[in-house]
């Protein structure tokens, strides 16, 4: 069974802080993604990463997938309290690419 | 244009009912897919369909939990004979196609509660 881990679990800063969150596997993932929830909604694609070491920018995020493709990295700069919400990386199982493995999530509350 | 809908949005029932989730997915989206969410975890996979037939239900937790999706549209997740533990929010998704390249969209879930 692939797991994703994420951390941290939960994250709670002042608006205009840099952070990094993180989600690891002990398995090699053909691509992983990175959603965001907010309460009450489903979540909501945020980005694609699918060649090892690549990285990704969608305005202040910034998303990395690790050279050996078991890990990826989210980074926000300068976070808003617009970014507060449950992200989520997901992979494809294996032998399953429309079958998705999601992490626990990291909680972020962005305080004002 | 129309997101993936879910109804009800909320539904409580006791143990031992038997529940129906409904999901409409985008129009024109051919795979469609449920996922479990219970509070404090990522969303689970249950079943994805191509079309009218279920491609993967390796998800259901056991017996009581079917879903179809007769006419390749909307979608019935149903469950028997509830029980507390299966309390959670049911999330559905659709995308163009199975191809993992295809986003899923999701809709925004229907909250279980078992009393």
């Known amino acids: 069974t692939q797991l994703l881990e994420q951390s941290p679990q939960f994250l709670s800063i002042q608006e205009g802080e840099n952070l990094t969150v993180y989600c690891n596997s002990s398995s090699v993932f053909s691509s992983l993604q990175w959603y965001r929830q907010e309460p009450g909604e489903g979540p909501v694609l945020l980005v694609t990463?699918?060649?090892?070491?690549e990285v990704k920018k969608l305005k202040r995020l910034t998303f990395q997938f690790g050279d050996a493709r078991k890990d990826s990295s989210l980074h926000i700069t300068a976070a808003q309290p617009g970014d507060t919400g449950l992200y989520l990386c997901?992979?494809?199982?294996?032998?399953?690419?429309?079958?998705?493995?999601f992490g626990k999530g990291i909680t972020l509350s962005v305080r004002p | 244009g129309a997101g993936v809908s879910q109804t009800p949005s909320n539904k409580v029932t006791e143990k031992g009912k038997y529940v129906e989730l409904r999901c409409d997915p985008i129009?024109?989206?051919?795979?469609l897919y449920w996922y479990r969410q219970s509070l404090g975890q990522g969303p689970e996979f249950l079943i994805y369909?191509?079309?009218?037939?279920?491609?993967?239900d390796s998800g259901l937790p056991n017996d009581r939990f079917f879903a179809v999706r007769p006419e390749g549209s909307v979608s019935t997740l149903k469950i028997q004979r509830t029980e507390r533990g299966d309390s959670a929010v049911y999330l559905c998704?659709?995308?163009?196609?199975?191809?993992?390249?295809?986003?899923?969209?999701f809709g925004p879930g229907t909250r279980l509660t078992v009393l």
């Open positions: 369909f191509q079309g009218t037939g279920a491609a993967d």
């Open positions: 990463v699918v060649t090892g070491g």
């Open positions: 997901a992979g494809p199982s294996t032998g399953a690419n429309s079958k998705l493995t």
């Open positions: 129009s024109g989206h051919t795979a």
């Open positions: 998704a659709s995308s163009l196609t199975v191809s993992f390249t295809d986003t899923q969209y």
